[in-house]
């Protein structure tokens, strides 16, 4: 199966889920239907492996997530946030979002000090 061939997987995958649940935007897929997306992704796409964040990662803050990877492709790591994929699972995007949204919960705590 060509990259290209998987991206409109992951596309369809991404809109299907959009109608189903009536969400406004990908963001809404990564913050509570990921485990549906990356079965759904997994059901069509063969070796297919599904992620997940580690509990170790999970109690120190990291948000729980689902994503995948695909044996013999490039080695990237996706989710409905980034079809391009990325080298590492902690890059997902969802990860840069929740790590800027703790700064800033971090600078509003020190400036009430």
Not at 12 to 38: F, H, M, P, Q, S
Not at 91 to 99: E, H
Request: charged fraction near 25%; proline fraction near 3%.
């Amino acid at each position: 199966m060509n990259k290209r061939m998987v991206r409109r997987i992951m596309e369809a995958v991404t809109t299907e889920i959009l109608k189903r649940y009536n969400l406004k935007n990908v963001c809404d897929i990564n913050n509570g239907n990921c485990e549906y997306w990356a079965n759904m992704v997994a059901e069509r796409i063969p070796n297919t492996i599904i992620g997940e964040t580690p509990t170790r990662d999970w109690v120190a803050g990291w948000p729980g997530h689902f994503w995948i990877k695909i044996k013999g492709e490039n080695g990237l790591y996706y989710d409905a946030e980034s079809l391009e994929g990325v080298k590492h699972w902690r890059q997902l995007k969802i990860f840069a979002y929740n790590r800027h949204k703790k700064t800033q919960q971090l600078k509003i705590s020190l400036f009430k000090l």
